[in-house]
Every structure is written in C-alpha cells, then in structure tokens.
C-alpha cells in the first residue's frame, strides 16, 4: 500500500485546522475563567469529514474532555482516529504516454494515463493520536501549562511534549507567555527506506532499499504576548523558531527523469526513469503570526496574519478571516475566508533531466517533486452555524470549501464537513 499518510495529514491540517483546537500544543491557550469553575467535566465531540475530488478522502471522529478543580488548575485530555483513502500524488510529471509505476513495498505496480497526474489509488491508513494537558497555577499572575501526546500510524510513531510558562501583567490587561515544545519520530516506510536518488525499479526486480526505519527530532520555542486594548478589543502576537534534525524525506514521493524534450526515458524494467527525493537533513523554521479580535456591537469579528519562512528557502503567508454574528438564544453564524500563499523550496523541481540526475547523484545533492513544497496559493471559504439545545449545550455544523492551486500542478479541491457537540 502506498503509506503517504503523513502528507495527506499535512494537506488535511492547511485546509482545517487542528480538530477540536488550534495549531501547536504550546500556542497559549486561554484560561478557564474563575465563574466556569466546576468539577464537571466539559466535553466536546466533533466528527470531520474531508473529501478531496477524485484523491483522498478522510473520517476523522475526535473527542476532548477536561475539569476545571477548585484551585483553578485544568486537566484535559484528547483522543483522536482518522481513516484515509484514496487516491496520491506521487511527484511524477504527467506525460504523453501511460506510465507505470512499482508500488512502495516494491510488490506489484500500478499504471497512469496519458496526460494524467500520476496518483496511486490504493492508498490507506489510520491514525490515532492522544494528547493530555494540565493547566497548574503558580501564584496569583502566572501558571504553567504541561502537553503531552503520543500518535501513531502504519509507518509513523510520534511523541511529543511541551511546557508553556504564563504571566499576566498590567492588571492582568498583558500576558506574556514562552513555551517549549520537543517531538520524536520514528519512520518505517514500507518496504524500507528507499536510498535516496536511487531509481525506482519493476517491481519483478530487487528494490534499492536502505534501513528499514529511521528517526527525526524537533525542537520548538514560542514567545507570545496577549493585550487588551480596551473593553473590545484584544491583539496577540507570537514568535516561533523551530529546529528538526533526522530523516526529512518522504519515502514515497520520487522525481521524473526526462530527454531535454521532455520525453520519457524508459530504464530499470519501466518506460520511464523515477528516482527518489532528497532533502536535507535539518531544517529550521521561523515565524511571526499577528491577531486582532474585537467585538461589535453584539458579533465578534477577528484577522490574524501568518508568516513562516526557512532555511529550505519556503516562505509563506496566511491571512485568516472570521466574522461571527450573533442571534438571540445561542444562535450564531460565522463566515470564515482563508488565504494562503507560499514560495518553493531551493531544491524543488517538477522535474529533471538525465544530466541533472547524474550530477546530484554524483554531488548528493537535494531534490524534492512534492507539491507541497513548490509555489502554490489555497483558499478556503466557509460557513459555520451555531446553536443550543434544548438544555442548553452547544452545537455547529461547519461547511468549508478547499482549494489548492500548485504552480506547475493539478488543481487540488476539497470539501470540508465539520459537526461538534459540546455538553
């Protein structure tokens, strides 16, 4: 099976959002307030479901509980399952012909059409993914927030923990906050770890396959400050740097080798000549994000502004618009418009040519074919409706239309359908 569950989830999340939450564990969550204060536990139910046209398709129910004790401390936990399927991009470039290609457990092979995406349609995996967090008061003006999560996929394991150190100032109309964060990953791509450059070969020949597995760590560190303007308004603003060390490359995705022309060029038992990406084996990531929240005159509306750019030469920008209008007995509507742009990685290409090939596999260069490490924009428009229930606990339904435009790829779409319950 092609296992590129990873990637998709990548996709999933630029379109979504964390389900049930925002972003990273250690971004500064806010605090329960004092008239809140219960030892019931505040549950929240959502169920996601993620639809792209003629690709992948995802089922993701997800549930998260916490309890709010009488010293204002917060414990909460989370637990999440997502089922993918579908159809994924390989990197490959179209071409004139029909293409095959050998799946990644190097068993069996699959064909594309003339003029048509390479996509491996027998693509599956699920994920399950829990997280605990508890929220301790230090004094009366500051608190720690500790995160903790374990995920796990066919060929992917992940742990990671944070700690968030909060303190509020200017009669409490300021708070500061830094964080930390640490993850591990073990990748076990099936078939083994494909050496990187090499060529794809038919799948009735020996595959050139390195480890079996190998491992990644990062490193996270964020500094925010949160402050009340006045009686409506409230501005954020965060800094991210981010470090990894380890295994980057995705061992599914590969690069086409054409003639000059760009034709095929027919090699290792196939018609045409593929070889596997290379990336480099650190990277580091800084970011700026902005966000203002007012209220008016009843509804709530709030922008934020993103920007990420890394030594892999990604830049990117994501503008993030919310308005909510409120009616009478917890009825809402909340439209939602999402922008986001980005510049390619010094190493992408669409594609290469066999002299091109040579010298990276003679300089150990890097290479990577993913669209999502090319230029690209996505948008996403969406709706959500609130309301209660008879006794009073909360409910939306979100509808969220997703579209990715690579550069030099095939327009992705998607539709997004979103329920949550809370009680």
């Given at each position: 099976?092609?296992?590129?569950?990873?990637?998709?989830?990548?996709n999933?999340k630029?379109?979504?959002g964390?389900?049930?939450?925002?972003?990273?564990?250690?971004?500064?969550?806010?605090?329960?307030?004092?008239?809140?204060?219960?030892n019931?536990?505040k549950t929240?139910?959502?169920?996601l479901v993620?639809?792209?046209?003629?690709?992948v398709?995802?089922f993701?129910?997800?549930?998260?509980?916490?309890?709010t004790?009488?010293?204002?401390?917060v414990l909460?936990f989370?637990?999440?399952?997502?089922a993918?399927?579908?159809a994924?991009?390989?990197?490959?470039?179209?071409?004139d012909?029909v293409?095959?290609?050998?799946?990644p457990?190097?068993?069996?092979?699959?064909?594309?059409g003339?003029?048509e995406?390479?996509?491996?349609?027998?693509f599956?995996d699920?994920r399950?993914?829990?997280s605990?967090?508890?929220?301790?008061?230090?004094?009366?003006?500051?608190k720690?927030?500790?995160g903790?999560?374990?995920?796990?996929e066919?060929?992917?394991?992940?742990?990671?923990?944070?700690a968030?150190?909060?303190?509020d100032?200017?009669q409490?109309?300021?708070?500061?906050s830094?964080?930390?964060?640490l993850?591990?990953n073990?990748?076990?791509?099936?078939?083994g770890?494909?050496?990187?450059?090499?060529e794809?070969?038919?799948s009735?020949?020996?595959q050139?396959r390195?480890e079996?597995?190998d491992?990644?760590?990062?490193?996270?560190?964020?500094?925010?400050v949160?402050?009340?303007?006045?009686?409506?308004t409230?501005?954020?603003?965060?800094?991210?740097?981010?470090?990894?060390?380890?295994?980057?490359?995705?061992?599914?995705?590969i690069?086409?080798?054409?003639?000059?022309?760009?034709?095929?060029i027919?090699?290792?038992g196939?018609?045409g000549t593929y070889?596997?990406?290379?990336r480099?084996e650190t990277r580091?990531k800084?970011?700026?994000?902005?966000?203002?929240k007012?209220y008016?005159?009843?509804?709530?509306a709030d922008?934020?502004?993103?920007y990420?750019?890394?030594?892999?030469?990604?830049?990117s920008s994501t503008?993030?618009?919310h308005?909510?209008?409120?009616?009478s007995?917890?009825?809402y509507?909340?439209?939602h418009?999402?922008y986001?742009?980005?510049?390619?990685?010094?190493?992408?290409?669409?594609?290469?040519?066999?002299?091109q090939?040579?010298?990276l596999?003679a300089s150990?260069?890097?290479?990577?074919?993913?669209?999502?490490l090319?230029?690209?924009?996505?948008?996403?428009?969406?709706?959500?409706?609130?309301?209660?229930?008879?006794?009073?606990?909360k409910?939306s339904?979100?509808?969220?239309?997703?579209?990715?435009e690579p550069d030099?790829?095939?327009?992705v779409e998607a539709?997004?359908?979103q329920y949550?319950?809370?009680f």
């Amino acid at each position: 099976m092609n296992k590129q569950h990873k990637n998709i989830r990548q996709n999933l999340k630029s379109a979504t959002g964390a389900l049930l939450g925002t972003a990273t564990a250690i971004i500064p969550i806010a605090s329960a307030q004092a008239d809140d204060a219960s030892n019931d536990w505040k549950t929240d139910v959502a169920v996601l479901v993620y639809s792209e046209t003629d690709r992948v398709s995802a089922f993701e129910p997800a549930i998260s509980t916490k309890k709010t004790f009488d010293d204002e401390s917060v414990l909460g936990f989370k637990f999440v399952f997502d089922a993918l399927t579908g159809a994924s991009a390989s990197g490959a470039a179209p071409a004139d012909s029909v293409q095959t290609f050998t799946r990644p457990s190097g068993s069996g092979s699959y064909e594309t059409g003339a003029n048509e995406t390479p996509l491996d349609d027998t693509f599956r995996d699920t994920r399950v993914n829990f997280s605990a967090s508890y929220e301790a008061p230090i004094e009366r003006l500051n608190k720690m927030l500790y995160g903790a999560s374990f995920s796990k996929e066919y060929d992917f394991l992940s742990l990671s923990g944070s700690a968030t150190y909060f303190q509020d100032l200017n009669q409490r109309n300021t708070t500061l906050s830094a964080g930390v964060a640490l993850e591990y990953n073990v990748i076990t791509p099936v078939g083994g770890k494909p050496i990187a450059l090499s060529e794809m070969q038919a799948s009735s020949e020996a595959q050139l396959r390195g480890e079996a597995n190998d491992t990644r760590i990062m490193g996270e560190i964020l500094l925010g400050v949160t402050q009340i303007i006045d009686r409506n308004t409230l501005m954020q603003f965060n800094y991210g740097f981010a470090l990894s060390d380890g295994y980057h490359n995705d061992a599914y995705k590969i690069t086409s080798v054409l003639t000059s022309a760009g034709d095929l060029i027919p090699a290792n038992g196939l018609n045409g000549t593929y070889v596997y990406e290379s990336r480099p084996e650190t990277r580091t990531k800084h970011s700026v994000y902005g966000k203002v929240k007012r209220y008016l005159s009843g509804d709530v509306a709030d922008i934020s502004y993103r920007y990420m750019w890394d030594d892999w030469e990604v830049k990117s920008s994501t503008v993030d618009v919310h308005y909510r209008k409120n009616f009478s007995k917890g009825w809402y509507l909340e439209p939602h418009i999402r922008y986001y742009t980005q510049e390619a990685a010094e190493f992408y290409r669409d594609s290469i040519t066999d002299t091109q090939a040579a010298a990276l596999q003679a300089s150990k260069g890097n290479l990577t074919s993913d669209y999502r490490l090319g230029d690209m924009t996505a948008t996403t428009l969406g709706v959500k409706l609130g309301f209660l229930t008879p006794n009073g606990n909360k409910n939306s339904v979100r509808l969220e239309i997703y579209t990715q435009e690579p550069d030099l790829n095939e327009k992705v779409e998607a539709v997004i359908l979103q329920y949550n319950y809370s009680f």
